[in-house]
């Protein structure tokens, strides 16, 4: 049981070329990068503008979903980069995407919610691929084999 769970969290897709690892990894480190930096850092701590926008989406508690959109941008992208637990922190900076793209920016144009959408469909990627061979999931997974 622990290996199967092992597997979800540190796996990878089982890509055989060095690269495409090196792109993946590319991808990765850039994608989570710039969530963690561009996005992420400056919403922790939440602005109260940024705390108000959340309660207008109305969810119960927006400071504290607020913090944890902002966590996710932030320490969510920092994982992804790192390559670390790259499946769980690319799934919860994946739904942070979901809700900005058809909550926050709902009503907004297409340009507008693009970026959104875009880190949506790049965090769903690494949801499926995992981190690859060159990010620090695989040497969690290579210390769990022995």
Same mark, same amino acid.
């Given at each position: 049981?622990?290996?199967?769970?092992?597997?979800?969290?540190?796996?990878?897709?089982?890509?055989?070329?060095?690269?495409?690892?090196?792109?993946?990894?590319?991808?990765?480190?850039?994608?989570?990068?710039?969530?963690?930096?561009?996005?992420?850092?400056?919403?922790?701590?939440?602005?109260?503008? *940024?705390?108000?926008? &959340? %309660? @207008?989406? /109305?969810?119960? +508690?927006?400071?504290? =979903? !607020?913090?944890?959109?902002?966590?996710?941008?932030?320490?969510?992208?920092?994982?992804?980069?790192?390559?670390?637990?790259?499946?769980?922190?690319?799934?919860?900076?994946? *739904?942070?995407?979901? &809700? %900005? @793209?058809? /909550?926050?920016? +709902?009503?907004?144009? =297409? !340009?507008?919610?693009?970026?959104?959408?875009?880190?949506?469909?790049?965090?769903?990627?690494?949801?499926?691929?995992?981190?690859?061979?060159?990010?620090?999931?695989?040497?969690?997974?290579?210390?769990? %084999?022995?």
């Amino acid at each position: 049981m622990v290996r199967r769970v092992a597997t979800v969290v540190f796996g990878t897709a089982g890509v055989e070329c060095p690269v495409g690892d090196a792109g993946l990894t590319l991808l990765r480190v850039f994608a989570g990068l710039t969530l963690a930096l561009a996005h992420g850092l400056g919403k922790t701590p939440p602005p109260d503008r *940024f705390v108000e926008g &959340v %309660a @207008a989406l /109305g969810f119960p +508690a927006p400071a504290l =979903f !607020a913090w944890a959109a902002s966590l996710s941008e932030l320490v969510g992208g920092l994982l992804v980069a790192l390559g670390l637990a790259t499946r769980p922190a690319a799934a919860l900076a994946g *739904f942070t995407m979901l &809700v %900005a @793209a058809f /909550g926050a920016h +709902a009503a907004d144009p =297409f !340009a507008k919610k693009e970026m959104a959408l875009l880190f949506l469909a790049i965090m769903t990627a690494f949801v499926f691929m995992g981190s690859g061979r060159f990010g620090l999931d695989a040497l969690v997974r290579r210390r769990l %084999a022995t």
